[in-house]
Structure formats: structure tokens, C-alpha cells
């Protein structure tokens, strides 16, 4: 079997970087990753707009680093929910300067799109954690924005969502009904089991952290394999091995075909088929 990532990180700076992580992935059969930028601060750079255009020179070293592996990689620049609040609190920016710098940023990954240079937006999307409502709004403003600019160039997007359930995965739907977006390009970003369900209830692409539990429920409650597998690994050493290293996520898809709890076309689809359709690449020889 071959495996994919549909979304994780890479840190040359701190981490163990693209061309180690890529380099062990593939070893254990893996073939695809999609690499998502991480905030401007996890590379030691400054929350400013140009922070976030070096944070985009790296990403685009470290697509190139996974390909030089022989890695098919889909590379994704964003501006993470969690910015906004940061850049007001530890900031102390004006949380309307906070929502025209995301855009700004936005704007700028929109002409790296057109220029073939990167494939798409990620990570966007609203805060998972409590905080004050404006702080979702101004997220979800940006995020809206990123979706039409997505959209226009039919783009693939990672979402960052609250765990809500129905709610959540029921906005999203009819987010992208109202934006016209195609569903097959809005990537519901760890989605875990509460939201998961329902993803696969209204057709839309959900990608699953494929720790062991996570992966063991898939199996248990015979979920289709109408999603993807995400290591949403952050490659920052204080914390190791979170959320999952990508190559212990698929040893962990692999024991379980073996043992028989996969089927050889269940783990086909999810790191084949679906991949291939999300991302428009070519699929593996
Ligand atoms: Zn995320
Ligand atoms: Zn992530």
C-alpha cells in the first residue's frame, strides 16, 4: 500500500524539516503530502506582512525540499485563526489592522497561485478554543475571504474548525453553497469523529488525524472511506511527535491491513483515489 498525508507541517528552522520528514514518509510507502505554513512566529519571524512573506519563502523551499524525495506535494500557505487574537493581545494591534493584514496576506497567496507557485490556502478557518466572539468573527471574515479567492482559482482550501458537531459541519455546507464553492476543494481540517460524521453525512471532504484511536473508529463504526488521513504533525521539538509522526500514521494504516481490519481498496481510496481528486495530481505509477 501507499500512503498519503493530506496536511502537515514543516520547520527548517526549529523542526526536523521537509526533506527528513519526506525522506522517512517515504520509506514507510508514503507518496503525498500536503504542506501547510505554519505562523510567521514558529520560524522565529515577526507577525508582520513581511514575516508572513519570508514564513512563504520557506514553505516554498520546503515543497521543493518533499519533491526532491520523490514526494508528490501539494503546498499551502494561510493565515491561521489563532493569528488574529495573538496579534491583538500579545500585539497589541487594533483588531480591525488584525483583519486587513490577514487579507493582505490573502491577497498576496492569491498571486502565488497564479504564479503555479503554491496550489492553494491553509490553514484558515475559526478559533477551536474559547475565546471572545469578535475573535471568531474576525477569523471567520478571513476566512471568507480566502474562500472566494479560492474559488476563483479552484484552489483547494484547509479549513481549521471548532469541534461543533452538526453545527459546524452544517455552516460549513452552506457556506459553500452561498460562495458557490466545489466541495470537493474545501477541506474540513481535523476532523475528528463529532465533526467527521457529519461530514460524510453532507458529502463534504473531511480530513481525519489518523492516530491510532481515531483510525481504530473509522474501522469500529464502518465509516466510508469518503475521507482523508492527516498527521497534522507540527515538527516543533517541544512537542515531539505531535499530533502523530507522518510515518508512524501509516506503519499504524499498514498493521492494520495486515491484521485485516483494513481492506486493500478502504485504504486505496482514502490515500489514492480521494487524494487525487482533492488535489488534482497525478496519481502514483
Ligand atoms: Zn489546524
Ligand atoms: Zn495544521
Not at 4 to 28: C, M, W, Y
Not at 98 to 110: K, M, N, S, Y
Not at 135 to 149: C, G, P, R
Not at 219 to 243: N, Q, T
Request: net charge neutral; hydrophobic share 40%.
Amino acid at each position: 500500500m501507499i500512503y498519503a498525508d493530506a496536511h502537515l507541517h514543516t520547520n527548517p528552522v526549529s523542526g526536523l524539516g521537509a526533506q527528513k520528514i519526506a525522506r522517512e514518509f517515504s520509506k514507510r510507502g508514503g507518496w503525498f503530502m500536503a504542506i501547510v505554513s505554519l505562523p510567521p512566529y514558529h520560524y522565529g519571524l515577526s507577525p508582520t506582512f513581511e514575516g508572513h512573506l519570508k514564513s512563504f519563502e520557506l514553505l516554498l523551499a520546503e515543497c521543493k525540499a518533499a519533491l526532491n524525495e520523490g514526494i508528490r506535494v501539494s503546498c499551502l500557505a494561510g493565515f491561521h485563526p489563532a493569528e488574529v487574537e495573538r496579534l491583538v493581545k500579545k500585539g497589541g494591534m487594533d483588531l480591525r489592522r488584525a483583519v486587513e493584514l490577514g487579507q493582505r496576506v490573502i491577497d498576496h497567496i492569491a498571486k502565488l497561485i497564479d504564479q503555479g507557485l503554491i496550489n492553494g490556502v491553509g490553514e484558515v478557518g475559526r478559533p477551536h478554543y474559547k475565546t471572545e466572539p469578535e475573535y471568531v468573527v474576525a477569523a471567520q471574515l478571513i476566512m471568507d475571504y480566502a474562500l472566494e479567492v479560492a474559488r476563483e482559482r479552484g484552489a483547494v482550501v484547509h479549513l481549521h474548525l471548532e469541534e461543533g458537531g452538526f453545527v459546524t459541519v452544517l455552516d460549513i455546507s452552506r457556506r459553500i453553497s452561498r460562495l458557490k464553492l466545489d466541495p470537493r476543494k474545501v477541506v474540513l481540517h481535523h476532523s475528528r469523529p463529532r465533526n467527521l460524521v457529519h461530514a460524510i453525512e453532507m458529502k463534504l471532504t473531511a480530513s481525519v488525524p489518523g492516530i491510532q484511536p481515531i483510525q481504530k473508529y473509522v474501522v469500529d463504526r464502518k465509516i466510508p472511506p469518503r475521507f482523508v488521513f492527516e498527521s497534522d504533525y507540527l515538527d516543533d521539538p517541544s512537542r515531539p511527535g505531535s499530533v502523530i509522526y507522518p510515518w508512524r500514521m501509516a506503519e499504524i494504516e499498514d498493521e492494520m491491513l495486515r491484521s485485516g481490519l483494513y481492506s486493500e481498496e478502504y485504504l486505496w481510496r482514502i490515500n489514492v483515489d480521494n487524494i487525487v481528486s482533492i488535489y488534482g495530481v497525478e496519481p502514483p505509477l
